[in-house]
T-cell receptor
């Protein structure tokens, strides 16, 4: 079984300040982990992915995330928020090395809405 | 997005009628998924497929069925639509070692 918990449903920051969106996962097998962003009334865009290579992953638009196996976490950060970062963010886990029908199954967190104030 | 096409993009239907949503991919991905997105719930998995004719239930599968007769097509059917199935539906596809690619979504309204 696998699950994803996004620890904050809403995060509010001021423009130019750091962003931290928290994600914890549970997986019986080695996971692949992803962060997606969804702007209002839009589809889902991949920000970054972890697939068992480097634990610090850099993505688009200045975002990065660190895979910490001991803490089962994959938190998303950005040093300086921009107004255009306001959106909903989803942490996603995919079982990468499992046997059986759960292989490839994608599980989403509940989402974190990021608000950026001028 | 990356060869994932959903049809229709918008649909209004009456309670009790059958509805089929289509997802078509051009990248030969093995795995395909149907999700529904509702405020406060994120994306919840309805059904997924791990190969032609191989499907399994997700967490909110009641009232939905799927079929995958070809690698490129994954159909989602609401046998008898209910108002609780009003939602935005997303299809996704992925390979073994790739991220998921999503369609643009289908907004379904059941009146």
């Amino acid at each position: 079984a696998q699950s994803v918990t996004q620890l904050d449903s809403h995060v509010s920051v001021s423009e130019g300040t750091p962003v931290l969106l928290r994600c914890n996962y549970s997986s019986s097998y080695s996971p692949s982990l992803f962060w997606y962003v969804q702007h209002p009334n839009k589809g889902l865009q991949l920000l970054l992915k972890y697939t068992s290579a480097a634990t610090l992953v850099k993505g688009i638009n200045g975002f990065e995330a660190e895979f910490k196996k001991s803490e089962t976490s994959f938190h998303l950060t950005k040093p300086s928020a921009h107004m255009s970062d306001a959106a909903e963010y989803f942490c996603v886990v995919k079982v990468a090395n499992a046997g059986g029908t759960s292989y490839g199954k994608l599980t989403f967190g509940q989402g974190t809405i990021l608000t950026v104030h001028p | 997005d990356a060869g994932i096409t959903q049809s229709p993009r918008h649909k209004v239907t009456e309670t009790g009628t059958p509805v089929t949503l289509r997802c078509h991919q051009t990248e030969n991905h093995r795995y395909m998924y149907w999700y529904r997105q509702d405020p406060g719930h994120g994306l919840r998995l309805i059904h997924y497929s791990y190969g032609v004719k191989d499907t399994d239930k997700g967490e909110v599968s009641d009232g939905y069925s799927v079929s995958r007769s070809k690698t490129e097509d994954f159909l989602l059917t609401l046998e008898s639509a209910t108002s609780s199935q009003t939602s935005v539906y997303f299809c996704a596809a992925t390979g073994a070692n790739t991220e998921a690619f999503f369609g643009q979504g289908t907004r379904l309204t059941v009146v």
